[in-house]
């Protein structure tokens, strides 16, 4: 989703995964109505915004992974072998121990999509992931999104400035 500053793409993100309400119309997304947060629905789709964080960030991004195992009821099980996967395609396993102040930009972003993905959503909605990482952590972001892409069939709606992540990542583009 390409727009101007303003335009609503972080709106309309907002609006698909039910943290904001639309005014007028409707919205559905996978025959559900995002507005009604129904727990079927969140378990289906993971929100990443490059300018807000879900990990805290006085605690080791391992203790955002647990939680999320929690709040998504992720079995033990398939936990292991999801969090295992992630480690290994993001290269965090040496930094999820470390508090997350501490991590580079690059490294939280990594770590942020790591506890998106969790759950393995259906759709990944991603607000700007790359904003303010420096060009060998976008290239990382940008490769291990289509390559993930590909494996999972996860739905990806981004929004982005830079053409790059468009370039490389987008097959259909959305103009607000």
């Known amino acids: ?41 969140q378990r289906q789709f993971a929100l990443v915004m490059g300018q807000k964080n879900q990990l805290w960030e006085d605690l080791p991004a391992m203790e955002t992974f647990i939680l999320n195992k929690e709040i998504y009821e992720i079995p033990d099980k398939e936990f292991l072998k999801n969090l295992e996967e992630l ?9 999820v121990d470390i508090q ?10 990594k770590c942020e999509l790591a506890a998106a993905l969790l ?4 759709i990944l909605f991603l607000d700007e992931p790359t904003i303010g990482l420096d060009v060998v952590a976008q290239k990382n ?33 959305v103009i607000i």
């Open 100 to 109: 997350v102040r501490k991590l580079s930009l690059g490294q939280r972003m």
């Open 1 to 41: 989703v390409l727009g101007p500053n303003g335009a609503g793409k972080t709106t309309t993100l907002k609006m698909l995964s039910g943290i904001l309400y639309p005014t007028s119309g409707q919205v559905h997304v996978l025959d559900y109505n995002p507005s009604q947060r129904q727990k079927e629905y």
């Open 141 to 173: 972001i940008r490769e291990f999104l289509k390559f993930y892409n590909q494996k999972e069939k996860t739905t990806i709606i981004l929004t982005s400035h830079y053409m790059e992540d468009i370039q490389q990542l987008c097959p259909r583009v």
């Open 119 to 122: 759950h393995k959503p259906k």
């Open 87 to 95: 480690l290994e395609l993001l290269e965090i396993r040496d930094i």
